[in-house]
C-alpha cells in the first residue's frame, strides 16, 4: 500500500484536550499534582470514600461539557472522513471532545465521563450531571453506581479491537501523551512489529519518544492540523 491510502491508528492522551481547556495529568499542576491518584483513581479509593470521588468526577464532567473542540480534534475527524483508507482514534481520553469535534471511530479505553456503570450488575447509561453514592442503579436499584472510568489496575475496555487495529495499522500517530501509562504506552511496539511507520506529535518528547520513526514537536493545535494536511495533500 502506498502512503496515500492504508490504515492509520492514532493514540491520543491528555495532551490533544489541553488547549480546549481541560487539565492533563503530568504537566505542572496537572490533575495529580491535586488529587492523589490512589484517592480519586483507583477501586479501593473509591470503596474508601465515594464521595470524594463522585466529587471529583462530577467537576471534570461539568468542565468536559463545557469544553469545545480545538483544530487538533477537528483535524483528526477531517482525517477520518478524507482519507481513503481507515483511520481508527484510540484515546486515553475520558471527555467526547473527539466526537464533538466529528469524529465516528472513537475507542475510549479509559471510559467516558458522561457514561454510568453499575458496580453490581454492570448496566451502563448515560451518566447525570451529578452522580452521588445514594444514586441507585436503573436496572438492578442497587446503591453501586460508579463512574464508567477505567481505573488503575482495572483494564482498559476495548484491548482486544485495539491490538487488531494495531496488527495491520500502516501508520501509528501517537499524539498528547507522556506514554507513562500502559498498556497505551506500549502501542508504538505493537504497531512498529506489523511494519507500521509510527509518529509522536507532543508538546515535548515523551517517555517512549526514542521508539518512534517520526517526531513532531509544538502545540497539537497547530503540529495535528498540519500533519493531517500534509496527509491529505498526498505530501
Ligand atoms: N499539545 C500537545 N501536547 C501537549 C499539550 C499541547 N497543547 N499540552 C500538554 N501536552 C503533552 C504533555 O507534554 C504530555 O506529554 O501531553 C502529555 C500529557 O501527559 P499526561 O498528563 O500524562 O496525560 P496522558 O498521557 O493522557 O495520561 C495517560 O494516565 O492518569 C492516567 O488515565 C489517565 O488517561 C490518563 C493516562
Redesign the pocket.
Known amino acids: 500500500m502506498g502512503k496515500s491510502e492504508g490504515k492509520i491508528v492514532i493514540l491520543?492522551?491528555?495532551?490533544?484536550s489541553?488547549?480546549s481547556g481541560l487539565g492533563?495529568?503530568?504537566?505542572e499542576g496537572?490533575?495529580?499534582a491535586q488529587h492523589r491518584?490512589e484517592d480519586v483513581?483507583t477501586p479501593e479509593g473509591f470503596s474508601r470514600d465515594p464521595e470524594l470521588v463522585h466529587r471529583f468526577y462530577n467537576a471534570r464532567r461539568a468542565q468536559a461539557a463545557e469544553a469545545t473542540p480545538n483544530a487538533?480534534h477537528i483535524a483528526l475527524a477531517n482525517l477520518q472522513q478524507n482519507w481513503p483508507g481507515e483511520v481508527v482514534i484510540i484515546t486515553?481520553?475520558?471527555d467526547c471532545l473527539h466526537e464533538k469535534g466529528g469524529a465516528s471511530k472513537v475507542l475510549h479505553m479509559?471510559g467516558v465521563l458522561d457514561g454510568a456503570l453499575c458496580a453490581s450488575c454492570d448496566h451502563r447509561w448515560p451518566a447525570p450531571d451529578e452522580m452521588h453514592p445514594s444514586d441507585t442503579c436503573p436496572a438492578c436499584r442497587a446503591t453501586s453506581t460508579r463512574p464508567d472510568i477505567?481505573w488503575?489496575g482495572e483494564m482498559p475496555y476495548d484491548m482486544e479491537e485495539i491490538y487488531d487495529h494495531l496488527g495491520d495499522a500502516t501508520m501509528f500517530a501517537s499524539?498528547?501523551?507522556?506514554?507513562?501509562?500502559y498498556p497505551?504506552a506500549a502501542f508504538v511496539q505493537e504497531a512498529r512489529m506489523a511494519g507500521a511507520h509510527t509518529i509522536e506529535?507532543?508538546?515535548?518528547p515523551?517517555a517512549g519518544a526514542s521508539s518512534f520513526g517520526e517526531r513532531r514537536l509544538?502545540?497539537?493545535?497547530q503540529?495535528v492540523p498540519a500533519w493531517t494536511n500534509e496527509l491529505l495533500s498526498g505530501a
Open positions: 491520543t492522551g491528555a495532551g490533544i489541553a488547549e492533563t495529568f503530568r504537566d496537572g490533575l495529580w491518584i483513581a487538533a486515553q481520553n475520558v479509559h477505567v488503575f499524539i498528547g501523551t507522556s506514554g507513562q501509562v497505551a506529535l507532543n508538546l515535548e515523551s509544538g502545540p497539537a493545535t503540529i
